[in-house]
C-alpha cells in the first residue's frame, strides 16, 4: 500500500509540473509593431526584483523576436484598472519606470529598443493565483551605439498591446521582497 500511495504522490506531482509549464508555454502576448500583428508565446514570467524594486518580467517569443514586459508590481494594489506609466530611469533620484517595455527584433544578436514612452493599464492581477492582465502602448527608440553626434534615433509604435491571465512565478534566485 506504501509503494502505491508514493506512485501516486509521484505521479500526481509531475502532472502538476506538467500543467504549470503547459499553462505558461501557452500564455500569449499580442501587440501591433507599426500596424503589423505580432503573436508572442510567453516563454517566461516571473517575478523578480531589480534596484530594491520587485517586477514582473514577462519574456515572449516569436521565431527570433523577443518582448520583455516590466511591471512594477507594488502599484498592483486596490482598485482595477491601475495605470503604470513608463518614467525614464534616474538613478541619483532612485526612479525607475512603473512599466516599460524593451523590444527585440533580431533575438540577443542585436541591440534592443528601449521604451521613451508608453502605458501599461492592468485590468487584474491576483498575487495569490499569480496571475496578471491588462492592454499597453508604448514607443520603443533602436538603441544604437554609434559614435556619431546628434544621430537620429529609428522609434516604433507598439500598440493595442494585451496579456491576458499571464501567470507568474517568483525567482527564487533574486531578493524579492
Do not use: C
Request: net charge neutral; no cysteine; aromatic share 10%.
Amino acid at each position: 500500500m506504501k509503494f502505491f500511495n508514493k506512485l501516486l504522490l509521484s505521479f500526481s506531482l509531475l502532472w502538476l509540473i506538467f500543467v504549470a509549464n503547459t499553462a505558461i508555454a501557452q500564455s500569449s502576448m499580442s501587440f501591433k509593431i507599426d500596424g503589423n500583428n505580432f503573436m508572442g508565446t510567453v516563454e517566461t514570467a516571473t517575478l523578480i526584483n531589480i534596484n530594491e524594486e520587485n517586477y514582473i518580467q514577462i519574456k515572449a517569443v516569436n521565431k527570433e523576436r523577443l518582448v520583455f514586459l516590466y511591471l512594477k508590481e507594488k502599484l498592483l494594489k486596490g482598485e482595477f484598472p491601475v495605470t503604470l506609466k513608463y518614467k525614464a530611469h534616474d538613478h541619483e533620484k532612485g526612479q525607475t519606470p512603473d512599466a516599460e517595455l524593451v523590444w527585440a527584433p533580431g533575438g540577443g544578436e542585436q541591440p534592443p529598443w528601449n521604451t521613451i514612452e508608453g502605458e501599461a493599464v492592468i485590468t487584474l492581477y491576483d498575487s495569490l493565483a499569480k496571475t496578471v492582465s491588462g492592454t499597453f502602448n508604448f514607443v520603443v527608440q533602436k538603441q544604437d551605439f554609434s559614435t556619431k553626434k546628434d544621430q537620429k534615433k529609428e522609434r516604433v509604435d507598439i500598440e493595442k498591446g494585451m496579456i491576458s491571465n499571464i501567470q507568474f512565478v517568483v525567482d527564487a534566485t533574486s531578493e524579492v521582497k
